[in-house]
């Protein structure tokens, strides 16, 4: 009763063979917890259906000789019940609904007869027709959940699913009058550029949004698609000099908010990455109004990433180091220890670093850093204009200067640049 046998109610699998089954089916919420559901065999469909009857809080017992090995570990952990044996008649006794999915047709046909007799819902893998129940394909996405029976075609059923809940996790598929708004200030994470590369929950509240104040740096494409009501406020353009910008960005936040209206803070990267994210975090928090932070794909791993560059990489480099090139390892506004960074052989990621790039390689090189170390610096990682220069720590300053690098760039330095086919061995 080992069942690796297809599923044809289950409207995701594509060898599903459920054609004759007439599409007629009155679709239902079972809930289920504490209520007994027996699984008859452990192969990939009960592996798939486990999760949600668990997740439903059905009492859930396998019957199965054998199962899968994430199976076993659901029986293991002791979220489901496991009776190492073949299906007897009577094992449906006491049961609300049963998956039957071994590989024996005729202990399905038996175990679904017995199912019949007993008025228990049954899923049958091997044969739609003969069951008395099928499983649509599902999704959920914040609290909705999405079933879709097509009666005929499961890998419509699941295009149709998918299709539902990538809109309503992007936002692209809004219910705006039924939607609970996030109230306060998102602070949003937008990745480095591609507009692809921001989270789903963090697209969702840009689609919600009414306003939104955005950075220079991240997915600006995004801010195209919102509908003409959001106002979009140019975090670069907002007035004062340049020393009051992050109080008058707060300001703006806070007066938004306080206007009732959905506010998110599009910023590049991650909002904790050199982002100053907390200090606006603070500042609402002193106001009183609620922020929620949602993280976002930092440039310090995606733009090296984006050009083939691993920060790590086994045998080479065991740590990455983050660090903002802002300020000249002489300033006196420095927090860094460039010498104690010269000292590790891992790799160093430098932000805001393409103006000081001549006095921080220096500065490594002095305190023992290789002059021949690979760097290489990506201008514009993941967007349209996206490139790379390789150099050495000798050389990264002249080749900078020479290729006309501008910010925003990350420079990689350490073996790590060396590794892979895009590597520029200059
Ligand atoms: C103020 S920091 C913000 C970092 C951001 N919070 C993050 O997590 O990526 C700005 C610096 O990030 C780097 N940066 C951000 N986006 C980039 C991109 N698409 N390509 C290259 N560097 C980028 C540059 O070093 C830039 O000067």
């Known amino acids: 009763m080992t069942a690796q ?25 079972l809930r289920l917890a504490g209520r007994r559901v027996v699984v008859l065999g452990g192969g990939q469909v009960a592996q798939r259906r486990l999760p949600g009857l668990v997740a439903a809080g059905a009492d859930v017992s396998l019957i199965s000789p054998s199962a ?3 199976v076993e570990a659901m029986a293991t952990a002791g979220t489901v019940r496991w009776e190492r044996r073949r299906y007897r008649a009577g094992d449906l006794d006491g049961a609300w ?5 071994t590989d024996d047709p005729a202990a399905n046909a038996a175990a679904s007869a017995e199912a019949e007799s007993r008025r228990v819902w049954c899923v049958r893998s091997d044969d739609a027709a003969a069951a008395t129940a099928w499983t649509p394909a599902t999704g959920r ?3 909705v959940t999405v079933a879709v029976l097509t009666g005929q075609d499961p890998r419509r059923s699941a295009a149709v699913r998918d299709a539902i809940v990538e809109g309503l996790r992007d936002g692209t598929l809004a219910a705006p009058r039924h939607r609970a708004r996030t109230p306060g200030v998102a602070l949003v994470g937008g990745g480095p550029g591609d507009p692809d590369l921001i989270t789903v929950r963090g697209r969702r509240l840009l689609a919600e949004a009414d306003v939104v104040i955005a950075d220079r740096l991240g997915p600006r494409d995004l801010l195209d698609e919102l509908p003409p009501h959001v106002e979009v406020v140019d975090a670069a353009k907002i007035p004062y000099g340049r020393a009051m ?6 300001s ?9 209206r959905a506010v998110v803070r599009l910023k590049g990267g991650d909002p904790y990455v050199f982002g100053r994210g907390m200090e606006e975090a603070e500042a609402l928090a002193e106001a009183g109004i609620p922020c929620t932070v949602v993280p976002g794909i930092s440039s310090s791993i995606s733009v090296p990433a984006a050009a083939g560059i691993p920060v790590t990489h086994r045998g080479v480099a065991h740590e990455f180091t983050v660090v903002s090139g802002h300020v000249a390892p002489d300033d006196p506004r420095s927090l860094v220890d460039w010498a104690a960074l010269a000292r590790l052989h891992g790799t160093l990621v430098l932000l805001m670093a393409v103006d000081k790039i001549g006095p921080i390689a220096g500065a490594l090189m002095a ?3 290789a002059p021949g170390t690979p760097v290489a610096v990506v201008q514009e990682g993941t967007t349209a204009a996206q490139r790379r220069v390789d150099a050495t720590l000798e050389t990264v300053a002249r080749r900078v200067a020479e290729e006309g690098v501008r910010p925003p760039a990350v420079v990689v330095i350490g073996e790590v640049v060396a590794v892979g086919p895009w590597a520029d061995p200059r």
């Open 68 to 70: 899968t090995p994430s």
């Open 5 to 29: 046998s297809p599923d044809p109610a289950d409207h995701t699998a594509p060898d599903a063979r459920e054609e004759s089954a007439p599409a007629t089916a009155y679709p239902v919420g």
């Open 252 to 260: 703006a936040l806070i007066e938004h908010a306080k206007a009732g």
């Open 97 to 101: 609904y049963a998956l039957i999915s």
């Open 367 to 369: 305190h023992g850093r």
């Open 245 to 250: 910008a992050q109080e008058a960005i707060n």
């Open 141 to 143: 996405s914040e609290g």
